[in-house]
């Protein structure tokens, strides 16, 4: 069952079929870690595949703790390693994640998205220009800046947020694990990429010697907060530790930037592939059924507590555990006519933001990045312009390369007047 495993088979695409058989055949089932290049054989993990039992886990921490191993398939090479990543907010189980998680939430709240959503609209309507663009490159421009603002990142920095999410979370992919396209940084920007490491191959990038430019660069903007409301303002306010501090940078660098990076041109690619028409009323429906149907996160991992039963099979104190979003998302059970799309579907009781202690923070924040791009693309006519590339990972449900086609519909970027009149993408 190492398939399961392989990064290589998700650049082929989520084997949603081989999914599907193992709901029926084996809900829980044990998937060898076989060595992959240069990183080394793991000892193997129990992969759970059904909705219910997925968020049973996940909303267990007491059995099923993300702290024991971390939330990563891969282990940590060193115990060192460990004990650092252990010491994020996503790597705690209450009431630690609780502490860590109340420092930063501010930032993320309804009222404070609100306050963001007009100049995150503005954002996306500067995007687009009629011609063939990459549209994975194109739309990443949107996450960054906003997660830059959040966090009280300089404008010329951004740059810096991308490549340390493509060293991280691209690392099984050569294309992404070498990305550099920082320019005209600002001094602790340019201090921050001559400490760049060259790594040896294997070299596991969540590392804390991996990392040691993200690492500089935080603390040293730390020193120059730009910004009393950031979230960079807050961690320093929190009273956290070293590690803490460290650890809290990486998550919001990385998950507050990959996953839309992901996610929307999944969108986008879903939409052109199934011929579907958008209006604005269906918008924020038709975003739940893209998380839904292109989860940008495809698993994650946990570690028993102690000696449990799950899905008829006995899992020993130590085990990793690992809960496929991708494969929840399209249980039956759950989701009549799961292989459809279906803009319309409610309810859309989907895993993509997680579920239990561990809901993503951002949430809110990441569907109104993406309500905003597709408000704005029914201004457009979008078709393919190339074949899509897909990321290799067995973790992040990612393109690379979208080649589109742009052309405006009219002199505005507003939505067509008349709903039954808004363009859709063709192929």
Request: aromatic letters at 8%; one cysteine or more.
């Amino acid at each position: 069952m190492e398939e399961v495993f392989l990064p290589q088979t998700y650049a082929r695409g989520v084997p949603y079929e081989l999914f599907a058989r193992l709901r029926r055949e084996s809900p829980v089932c044990w998937v060898e870690e076989p060595a992959v290049g240069p990183w080394k054989a793991g000892p193997g993990y129990w992969a759970v595949f059904r909705h219910r039992d997925v968020k049973h886990v996940l909303r267990t921490p007491e059995d099923y703790s993300s702290h024991l191993g971390a939330t990563q398939i891969r282990d940590p090479d060193t115990a060192q390693d460990l004990e650092f990543v252990r010491q994020m907010m996503l790597n705690r189980d209450p009431p630690e994640h609780s502490r860590l998680r109340r420092i930063v939430a501010g930032a993320f709240t309804p009222r404070a998205v609100r306050r963001l959503e007009e100049q995150i609209r503005a954002r996306a309507a500067e995007l687009f220009s009629a011609g063939e663009c990459d549209f994975v490159e194109v739309v990443a421009e949107l996450p960054v800046w906003t997660l830059a603002h959040v966090m009280g990142v300089p404008p010329q920095d951004r740059g810096l947020l991308h490549d340390w999410a493509s060293r991280v979370i691209g690392y099984q992919d050569e294309e992404y694990a070498g990305l550099e396209t920082a320019r005209g940084l600002s001094d602790i920007g340019r201090r921050a990429h001559a400490m760049r490491p060259r790594l040896e191959p294997g070299t596991n990038p969540r590392s804390r010697a991996a990392l040691r430019d993200m690492y500089g660069y935080a603390h040293d903007l730390a020193r120059h907060p730009l910004d009393d409301e950031s979230v960079m303002a807050a961690m320093i306010r929190g009273g956290l530790t070293e590690e803490e501090f460290e650890n809290m940078f990486f998550l919001f660098a990385v998950a507050g930037n990959e996953t839309l990076r992901n996610a929307i041109p999944g969108g986008l690619l879903t939409l052109l592939d199934h011929g579907i028409t958008l209006t604005p009323e269906r918008i924020p429906q038709a975003v739940e059924e893209m998380l839904r149907f292109w989860p940008p996160v495809m698993d994650f991992r946990r570690t028993a507590t102690r000696d449990l039963t799950l899905g008829g099979q006995a899992i020993a104190s130590g085990d990793k555990v690992v809960v496929y979003h991708a494969s929840a998302n399209r249980d039956p059970d759950v989701f009549p006519d799961p292989d459809r799309f279906d803009p319309a579907r409610q309810p859309n009781d989907h895993v993509s933001f997680g579920f239990g202690p561990h809901f993503c923070l951002g949430a809110h924040l990441a569907r109104t990045q993406m309500r905003a791009v597709f408000t704005e693309l029914l201004a457009w006519t979008v078709e393919p312009a190339g074949d899509p590339v897909r990321l290799t990972s067995n973790f992040q449900n990612g393109l690379k390369h979208l080649p589109v086609r742009l052309a405006a519909n009219g002199s505005s970027a507003a939505p067509p007047a008349d709903p039954s009149a808004a363009p859709r993408p063709t192929r």
